[in-house]
């Protein structure tokens, strides 16, 4: 039966966000896959060329009506006052937050280092890596969205066998997210350090400087 | 203590010995040997008990689903035992749900318990829907939840359409009814859903557990891109 309503709104924007994620992570994989299948007939060749701009196309696409999904579901599903006690709608906002990051750190890693990005062997695994968290994120999402409609998920399954019950609010313990927080602080702070340390000392070829 | 909850908010409630009703679809005048009256949604619920059966009968305002549950774990909703059903064309969907969290249900088949309605029929017309069905007081499912002696926590609902799933809105409330004495007073929405910032603070500690993972994937990936590192070019 079709979705009557202002919720239609959040439908079409969920079907859309995840319609174009997925064809963004399924781009990335061919993309990574051609350059070892380098052989191949003249489809394989062209679906390879087309699919690294596809996945940037598709990622910002598939990034801002995520958002649209996200505000549609704030306004037109559930009561606020429901939405922010509901331990399942809880955990499907931040998985969503999560899968956000992974796709915005994607679309951004894209836009400052362009397409040569994917003859560098460090920036092609992060691309594919963001790729991957962002798409298992969706993954998750979209399960925790059917047991909010009251239906089942594929992914039930596998859930129960890892010991994940997403009916369960998720939160870190302060001292987990103070550990955290503190490892990042320090990696940065690491990596900046060491990145201003190499530039002054340039050596040829040793850079990955952005376009 | 129990016959002492009466009336309060809701309709009048009656306690009279009656014939057994016939799942027909129609609610008789008379039929069932009690009822209330949600006037605020106008919502009516029938009862009769006979042995260890109980006759239910739910009529609302409707051309969609209305919904029956009670003695809900909380919050909210959630361990509620819930009769569910609507008509579409002359056929009666029923099911026998239960609220596996706060604010969602599923079939109680699909959780590994049973449908335990008995009978059932319904009608609707321009004006309502009416369903009629019979189940047992106890039905033993791990997933309903009994009915004896004392005052329930009991749920009415229901919404414009026809499924199992669209949000009832304003069209809910909570009454405390005693199946077997035959009283009821109106609770208002008192299964209100739990403060977020009550007792150990869990909004909070879910924001910054959100917060936490947005600064991680950004962190790693930012400390990943500045970290220099010889450059392996590789044809592409």
């Known amino acids: 039966m079709p979705e009557t309503g202002r919720v239609a709104w959040h439908v079409i924007t969920a079907e859309l966000h995840t319609g174009m994620l997925t064809l963004a992570f399924a781009s990335t994989i061919i993309h990574l896959l051609g350059g070892w299948i380098t052989g191949g007939n003249v489809v394989w060749r062209a679906l390879v060329r087309l699919s690294e701009p596809t996945a940037l196309l598709a990622a910002i696409g598939g990034v801002l009506s995520l958002i649209g999904s996200i505000i549609t579901g704030l306004l037109y599903t559930w009561p606020v006052e429901v939405l922010l006690t509901s331990s399942v709608v809880l955990n499907k906002i931040a998985i969503t937050a999560f899968s956000l990051t992974f796709w915005t750190a994607f679309v951004v890693t894209r836009v400052i280092y362009g397409a040569p990005l994917w003859s560098r062997v460090r920036l092609r695994w992060l691309y594919v890596a963001l790729a991957t968290g962002g798409f298992l994120t969706l993954m998750l999402v979209g399960s925790t969205g059917g047991h909010l409609a009251g239906k089942r998920s594929m992914l039930d399954s596998i859930l129960h066998y890892l010991g994940i019950n997403t009916h369960l609010l998720f939160t870190l313990s302060r001292s987990a997210v103070y550990v955290l927080l503190s490892a990042v602080a320090l990696l940065l702070l690491s990596a900046t350090v060491a990145r201003v340390l190499a530039l002054r000392r340039p050596t040829p070829g040793a850079e990955l400087a952005p376009r | ?236």
């Not at chain 2, 819930?82 to 596996?100: H, P, S, T, V």
């Not at chain 2, 004896?148 to 499924?163: E, I, K, M, S």
């Not at chain 2, 859903?193 to 930012?222: E, K, Q, Y």
């Open chain 2, 1 to 236: 203590m129990a016959v002492a909850i009466l009336i309060l908010a809701g309709g009048p409630v009656e306690a009279a010995p009656a014939p057994l009703p016939s799942i027909d679809g129609r609610i008789a005048e008379g039929e069932y040997a009690s009822h209330y009256q949600a006037r605020k949604i106008g919502m009516e619920l029938h009862w009769t008990i006979d042995g260890e059966f109980i006759y239910l009968a739910l009529r609302a305002p409707t051309q969609g689903w209305l919904a029956v549950g009670w003695d809900p774990t909380g919050p909210i909703m959630e361990g509620e035992d819930i009769l569910i059903g609507y008509i579409r064309g002359k056929e009666l969907f029923l099911q026998d749900y239960f609220a596996n969290s706060s604010v969602t249900h599923a079939n109680d088949v699909s959780l590994g318990g049973r449908d335990d309605v008995l009978e059932a029929s319904g009608s609707e017309d321009a004006t309502a829907t009416t369903i009629e069905f019979r189940r047992r007081l106890d039905t033993g499912d791990r997933f309903d939840r009994p009915l004896g002696r004392g005052a329930h926590t009991v749920q009415l609902a229901y919404a414009p359409t026809d499924d199992f799933v669209t949000y009832h809105g304003e069209k809910r409330t909570v009454v405390k009814i005693d199946f077997l004495a035959g009283g009821a007073v109106e609770t208002g929405l008192f299964a209100r859903p739990r403060s977020v910032d009550a007792g150990r603070n869990p909004f909070a500690s879910w924001l910054l557990t959100v917060a936490t993972g947005v600064i991680l994937i950004a962190g790693l990936v930012a400390a990943f891109l500045l970290w220099p590192r010889r450059n392996r070019n590789l044809p592409h």
